[in-house]
């Protein structure tokens, strides 16, 4: 993809509405959109966490893109809007590459997936959604599904990859077009526990590596077993008779 500008980069992150970006110190602020013009955002957030003057930032994860773009944005108004959240204004005021944090290349992956509903804008708590695995890294996975799913909802990953099982909690990143009317999801995994990484790291290591060459093989033995090479076998009795 080329650059992104902020317009772009405010299209992109609040796509589903609602974005968690991030301080200088690493606080995560979730952020509902109420409107969107050009590189200026208009949102609701959690009032004690932002004030007018300060700067956060959000990552944009692009599909096929190894490394996810970094968006910063200046908060100019931070007003009361209800004893718990704030209206806030926001402006991307620069675009460029997460140079602090390199997606983890993904690899082709056949399996199923199902998944569990854990918060998500348009899937019932707790209510299943099928899919059929694309493909798989050890920041994520990408599944194929009928269901609707948004950016930042979060689901219980269930893959069967052959004889293996992985689990974690995931949150949707990316949306796109799939083929025959579904979606393709990209994921990262928000909850992974040592045992199911593992996991992951052996089916990519599966996936990567070359295919094997079957072994040639020595038919010799079989022609001194029926007599070929000296004339006498099977061939022999043919030719004799």
């Known amino acids: 993809m080329a650059r992104l500008n902020p317009s772009d980069a405010v299209r992109l992150l609040f796509a589903g509405m609602t974005a968690e970006l991030e301080t200088d110190d690493g606080v995560r602020i979730p952020m509902q959109a109420t409107g969107m013009k050009g590189a200026k955002v208009w949102a609701t957030a959690p009032r004690l966490a932002v004030a007018s003057g300060m700067t956060v ?28 959240l704030a209206r ?50 050890e920041s994520g996975v990408a599944f194929a599904t009928r269901r609707v799913l948004r950016t930042n909802d979060r689901l219980i990953f269930n893959g069967r990859f052959f004889a293996e099982h992985v689990e974690a909690e995931v949150r949707v990143t990316s949306l796109r077009d799939g083929e025959s009317g579904r979606m393709i999801a990209g994921c990262v995994f928000l909850d992974i526990n040592a045992a199911q990484l593992a996991r992951v790291r052996r089916l990519i290591a599966a996936a990567e590596a070359p295919p094997e060459r079957p072994a040639g093989i020595d038919i010799a033995p079989l022609r001194e077993a029926v007599g070929e090479v000296d004339g006498t076998g099977w061939r022999g009795l043919f030719r004799r008779s």
């Open 57 to 84: 930032r959000g990552r944009i994860i692009v599909p096929d893109e190894v490394q996810p773009w970094l968006v910063r944005f200046t908060v100019e108004d931070a007003s009361f809007h209800t004893n718990e």
């Open 88 to 137: 806030v204004r926001l402006r991307a005021m620069g675009v460029g590459p997460d140079q602090s944090r390199r997606r983890a290349q993904r690899v082709p992956a056949g399996g199923v997936a199902w998944l569990i509903a854990v918060s998500c804008r348009d899937v019932v708590d707790g209510d299943r959604v099928e899919g059929t695995i694309i493909d798989l890294s």
